[in-house]
């Protein structure tokens, strides 16, 4: 889900994407900047002061409305044994 615009939270706050795609800024209704949510990692970092019900509630509404998106990890080698070689006597 993807919003381009900016979306009601509730009736004190309301979200923006950023340009990136990567970041939600959330703004009170006096439109200072609250927030900041990572869509790639899941986590809201708050700038300004919010009681732990609003910051409760907006956190619920972000990760159900911009779920993290984990990319996917890189498949590591299988290590196979080789044979080791023999050391030469002298």
């Known amino acids: 889900m993807q919003h ?4 009601d939270i509730s009736d004190s706050f309301h979200c923006k ?3 990136s795609g990567e970041v939600v800024h959330v703004y009170n209704s006096n439109n200072y900047l609250m927030a900041e949510y990572t869509i790639r990692t899941g986590r809201t ?3 300004r002061v ?3 019900t609003q910051r ?10 911009y779920p993290a998106v984990s990319e996917p990890k890189p498949v590591a080698p299988v290590a196979v044994d080789k044979p080791k070689a023999k050391a030469a006597r002298h």
């Open 56 to 65: 409760e509630s907006v956190e619920k509404w972000l990760r159900n409305n």
């Open 45 to 47: 970092s708050w700038q």
């Open 4 to 7: 381009h615009h900016h979306a």
């Open 17 to 19: 994407r950023s340009h």
């Open 50 to 52: 919010a009681a732990v």
